[in-house]
């Protein structure tokens, strides 16, 4: 079985300075990470997924988040956050094995609240 | 495209009433998902169809919820009766079998029975 372990509820950070999202997974086998952001109102959008190769992956909008097998981890970083970043942030993970059926697990979610 | 359409946005029942909430998928995609969100337990997969066919129905709280999805564009989780705790915030996702990693979200239906 697979699970991901947010274990930040709620960050504040101010604007422009650097943030870090910190998820864990457990999984038995090689896995498929992502990041979600959900604005308020709104449903989750894909931020960023590391599917294989190159373990720093990067989105559109600044942020990048590396795949690190030995902590299983697969922290969120942005260098610089902008009052538009707050939104929350969901880490989920899918087991690769299983074909066509990919059952992605959700974390419970990371608040960011980025203050003037 | 549209997106992925849910409705209603928002639902205000009682308890006991029966509650229907609508999903369109995107056009092509063939599996579609439905999620709860709350507070307590964060995104929970509720169903998950491929091609219209129940794969794993093994989030569904209990008999009081079903799902259906008579074709391509359509599906419909039914809650009856429904109850407090039944109240959250439901989302429908889609996604296409070629480009299986990402799975796009509706805006969700945010039901509330009091």
């Known amino acids: 079985a697979q699970s991901v372990t947010q274990l930040d509820s709620q960050v504040p950070v101010f604007e422009e300075a650097p943030v870090e999202l910190r998820c864990n997974y457990s999984?038995?086998?090689?896995?498929?990470l992502f990041w979600y952001v959900q604005y308020p109102n709104q449903g989750l959008q894909l931020l960023l997924k590391?599917?294989?190769?190159?373990?720093l992956v990067e989105s559109i909008n600044g942020f990048e988040a590396e795949f690190n097998k030995s902590q299983t981890s697969f922290h969120l970083r942005k260098p610089s956050v902008h009052i538009s970043d707050t939104a929350e942030y969901f880490c989920?993970?899918?087991?690769?094995?299983?074909?066509?059926?990919?059952?992605?697990?959700f974390g419970i979610g990371t608040k960011l609240q980025v203050i003037p | 495209d549209a997106g992925v359409i849910q409705s209603p946005r928002h639902e205000v029942t009682e308890m006991g009433q029966e509650v229907t909430l609508r999903c369109k998928p995107i056009?092509?995609?063939?599996?579609l998902f439905w999620y709860r969100q709350t507070m307590m337990r964060g995104l929970e997969l509720l169903i998950y169809?491929?091609?219209?066919?129940?794969?794993?129905d093994s989030g569904m709280p209990e008999d009081r919820f079903s799902a259906k999805m008579p074709n391509a564009s359509f599906s419909t989780l039914k809650i009856q009766p429904s109850e407090p705790r039944d109240s959250a915030v439901y989302f429908c996702?889609?996604?296409?079998?070629?480009?299986?990693?990402?799975?796009?979200f509706g805006p969700g239906t945010r039901l509330t029975v009091l």
């Open positions: 996702a889609s996604r296409s079998d070629r480009a299986y990693n990402e799975q796009f």
């Open positions: 999984s038995s086998v090689s896995v498929y």
């Open positions: 590391y599917l294989s190769g190159s373990t």
């Open positions: 989920a993970v899918s087991d690769p094995r299983t074909g066509g059926y990919q059952k992605v697990t």
């Open positions: 056009s092509g995609h063939n599996s």
């Open positions: 169809f491929n091609n219209n066919v129940p794969i794993d």
